[in-house]
């Protein structure tokens, strides 16, 4: 069994000064899980940041391709922490090792994708405006403009994801790929895994040449988060979690005299619509698709299809009864924590004390006595009702989703403009339902941060198209992704040099393109050099 140091990570230094420690509960074994982790003082905390501060001038004027091999080595060494990483994080999660093993391929690949990002060159969308000093009646001067790194990164770790989206995540990768520093607050629910981790980053750093400083990861009592976000080193922070939190960190960093971004990723409930002729057709097959992806991970994915419309007919009453028995064959799931459990509970049982509301369908089976299991549930409730009642259109974080059931297109388009800001919205449409699609999706297009034709929201491609972030509250900054090359975009900001002499430029604005970088020169993109 793999031994625990609990040690906070101060660049390259393991450190355990605090005198308050926690262990990892495990709400599959029902128990703490051996190791004990020490929370980190204002002076580690301190010590990080500086390190952080140290080490940007140096992490982000390295070589693009230097950067890169930085990323593909903590993918390698990821991989290399084998079976340990799996069980640990497994237990500390309550997802399966099946889930684990494919996030762990999520979480490398999207690493190895940043460092092809980086060796491309094209994402600091270099452009290129050449002198032209006899133009009348003003010359025109030599302007070169480019993304640069906006400087050290507070990442904080989600509990849903605790590799794709925590220590060594998209916002971590995206960061690093950026050349920014980053210091994570480690999540308490998986300290072993962030352990394993950050070791794993810290060994690529050493092994590519890394300044100190340019990774740490700390456990942070909630009276240090404030300070940690609010500190001047910190000019940026990616958060994935709940709406109060991340509302939290958003007033505290916006607040400080030189105000920061925030990139929270909150709460959506992903509304799905399923149009008459799609339901009528298809809507045995549409029953089976939908119920597993509500059920899919414990509910537990920001994606969660937790909303549905549909317009109420005879073949809209068929398909509820094909999703309700769908819906009933499913099973109790172990959740990632007790809040996140305790949480499902009282919202279940928030939409059952609803008069208005009706329960469509729950799991025959139970869920087992002290196993922290959510059972999953499928309410309905006519759409004068949603409308009337603010609170129906709220997160319910697990395996249940809401049926909504409107008299009419005008009447779902009614409900649909009154959503709040989602990350994902999904349209089930046949030919013959094509009349009332594009108004669907152009007030989808005004919700969500991606629109999903004939499929389900769960499941983020990580690639370059991908967008994964809507508007708020789904997100604090709708014009960013969290998933996808895009997400480098979040930590950098752009610099226009004015008639800087070539050697003195940064090499992908100088005139020969050493990096042979996809350039636009004079309002054409192009490879050659000038």
């Given amino acids: ?29 029902n128990d703490l899980l051996p190791g004990s982790f020490h929370q980190a003082t204002s002076a580690e905390l301190e010590q990080a940041l500086t390190l952080a501060d140290t080490a940007f001038p140096i992490y982000s004027e390295l070589p693009y391709a230097q950067r890169a091999d930085f990323l593909d080595v903590i993918a390698d060494e990821i991989m290399d922490l084998g079976q340990i990483l799996l069980e640990r994080c497994s237990a500390e999660s309550g997802l399966p090792l099946a889930r684990i093993t494919g996030e762990r391929g999520r979480t490398c690949g999207q690493l190895r994708l940043f460092a092809q990002l980086l060796r491309d060159g094209w994402w600091a969308d270099a452009r290129i405006e050449t002198a032209q000093p006899d133009r009348a009646p003003l010359p025109k001067s030599d302007i070169r403009r480019m993304f640069i790194p906006i400087g050290p990164v507070a ?50 750093a050493q092994k590519t040449g890394m300044p100190d400083g340019v990774f740490s990861s700390v456990y942070l009592a909630h009276a240090d988060v404030i300070r940690f976000v609010q500190h001047p080193t910190i000019k940026a922070v990616g958060f994935t979690g709940s709406r109060q939190v991340g509302m939290q960190l958003f007033n505290a960093a916006v607040s400080r005299p030189d105000p920061i971004p925030v990139y929270a990723e909150m709460s959506a409930v992903n509304p799905v619509v399923l149009l008459e002729q799609a339901v009528r057709v298809e809507g045995e097959k549409i029953a089976a698709q939908l119920a597993a992806s509500v059920v899919l991970g414990a509910g537990q994915f920001c994606t969660n299809p937790g909303l549905v419309l549909l317009v109420d007919s005879e073949a809209a009453q068929q398909f509820l009864t094909h999703f309700a028995r769908q819906m009933g064959n499913t099973v109790p799931a172990t959740m990632l924590n007790r809040n996140i459990h305790n949480a499902y509970v009282n919202g279940i049982s928030a939409l059952q004390s609803n008069k208005a509301v009706n329960l469509l369908a729950v799991s025959e089976q139970h869920p087992e006595p002290d196993r922290y299991e959510a059972q999953p549930a499928a309410h309905v409730v006519r759409s004068a009702d949603f409308l009337a009642d603010k609170a129906l259109g709220e997160e319910v974080f697990g395996p249940a989703t809401l049926v909504v059931l409107c008299s009419d297109t005008a009447d779902l ?60 509250p789904a997100t ?30 940064p090499a992908l604005l100088q005139n020969s393109n050493p990096l042979n970088s996809l350039r636009l020169i004079n309002g054409s993109w192009t490879q050659a050099a000038l």
């Fill in 1 to 29: 069994m793999h031994s625990f140091t609990g040690q906070n990570f101060i660049g390259s230094t393991a450190s355990s000064l605090g005198e308050n420690s926690f262990q990892a509960f495990s709400t599959l074994a």
């Fill in 155 to 204: 990442v904080f770790g989600a509990s849903n994801f605790p590799l794709a989206f925590s220590t060594a995540g998209g916002d971590t990768a995206s960061a690093l790929a950026a050349g920014c520093p980053v210091v994570v607050k480690a999540h308490s629910s998986h300290p072993g895994t962030n352990e394993l981790i950050s070791t794993a980053i810290i060994r690529a």
């Fill in 413 to 472: 388009l009614q409900v649909l403009t009154s959503l709040e800001g989602q990350l994902t919205a999904t349209v089930h449409a046949l030919p013959a339902d094509e009349p009332a699609v594009l108004p669907i999706l152009r007030v989808m297009a005004q919700k969500a941060g991606r629109v999903i034709y004939g499929g389900y929201p769960t499941g983020v491609e990580v690639c370059h198209a991908m967008q994964h972030g809507g508007p708020f």
């Fill in 476 to 505: 604090t900054d709708g014009r960013s992704t969290s998933v996808g090359t895009a997400a480098i975009n979040r930590f950098v900001r752009p610099v226009a040099y004015q008639d800087v002499p070539d050697h003195l430029l």
